[in-house]
């Protein structure tokens, strides 16, 4: 499982999936998109698209498998939920 706002695909985001596929033997990469009131919490900035169209763009991406969006106050029971066997972060993370 990886996390992150995406706000439109680019080769670094790609590379990250790439890099979280390699972890596992039988890859399942699910990936968790920000919520747009954590990304201005966050990043004291809004994200250029909103959350239902960066959630769509992920979920066209062929290195992800599933894509859902992210807890809306507290991320754990959305983890929980989710019951990744690992956890990949960026190096901003």
Known sequence: MV???FDGLHPGHLNFFKQARK???NPFLIVSVA???NVLRIKKA???LN???RLFLIKKCQLVDQAVLSGRH???PHILKERPGIIALGYDQ
Request: aromatic residues 12%; glycine residues 6%.
């Open 23 to 25: 972890l596992v033997k």
């Open 74 to 76: 507290n991320h754990l």
């Open 3 to 5: 996390f992150g706002t």
């Open 51 to 53: 959350e239902r169209k």
């Open 35 to 37: 919520r747009d009131k």
């Open 46 to 48: 809004p994200p250029f």
